[in-house]
């Protein structure tokens, strides 16, 4: 007696169609990106030579590495200094000083 197992042409779960309406919108944007990735690098490459320092800066920090960004790890300990002298909750100052901040960046544009 034959068998008539084993792997069949047709067989198995159909993949997902890659429609772009179908697929969340970051899915959607990956695959327009991906497919024109080329064309973008040479656009971001003629804008840094060109003199736009603001692309020089990105493609260089993608090539060599972001420089490390210094940051303050003592601020929940400060903080707990400063809401124990006002009486204020600390968690509530660095909620505040992280939203006064964003909105300083946002109204600079920097």
Do not use: H, W
Not at 47 to 56: E, P, R, S, Y
Not at 74 to 87: C, M
């Amino acid at each position: 007696m034959a068998g008539k197992g084993g792997r069949r042409p047709g067989a198995g779960r159909k993949p997902k169609r890659l429609d772009p309406v179908t697929q969340s919108p970051i899915r959607a944007a990956d695959l327009v990106l991906a497919k024109n990735l080329p064309q973008l690098l040479e656009v971001a490459l003629a804008l840094a030579l060109g003199g736009d320092k603001t692309m020089l800066i990105y493609c260089i920090d993608r090539v060599m590495g972001k420089a490390v960004q210094p940051i303050d790890l003592d601020v929940k300990r400060t903080a707990g200094r400063l809401a124990s002298a006002i009486g204020a909750d600390p968690e509530f100052l660095i909620r505040r000083a992280q939203q006064l901040a964003y909105e300083d960046t946002a109204a600079t544009g920097s």
